[in-house]
């Protein structure tokens, strides 16, 4: 059982943050729109850039322990990691849009279907940004210069 939970431990944490970043979305979304009155546009984009900054984080520290400590490099894995969020965020318009305008289904089956898209090309595209290793590749060159 634990070699199985060593094996998956990445997958593992990416799934109990992956649900901590849905509910600090849904209870942002939900403070401003109905605590701070403002409308549902600007709630859910606020809660998106809340979840989007805790996911940076919890992902960064806890599920791909990126080793990136120097100010540029986190400034580049944040560059990265909201480009790729943006990415699915688009990805996400599109399957409702076409799932629902288009194909004419009901919008919780394709919310559900999208979520499941998304959620895959987020881990996808985090384990990319987050480099477990930052040092991988950088031996072979530093071999070969010291003649190695």
Known sequence: MINLLKKYEQLISYAIFGVLTTIVNIVSFWFFENIINWNYFWSNNIAW??????ALFTNKTFVFKSKYTT?????????????ARIASLVIDDLIMF???????????????VDQFVV????????????KSDPLKGKKDVQEIKNGE
């Open 49 to 54: 850039l809340l979840s989007v900054l805790f």
């Open 71 to 83: 100010l540029v490099a986190f400034i580049k894995e944040a560059i990265a990691f909201f480009g």
């Open 98 to 112: 076409v799932g629902i305008s288009l194909l004419h289904f009901s919008s919780l089956p394709v919310k559900i």
């Open 119 to 130: 959620i895959a090309m987020n881990y996808v595209l985090s384990k990319i940004i987050f």
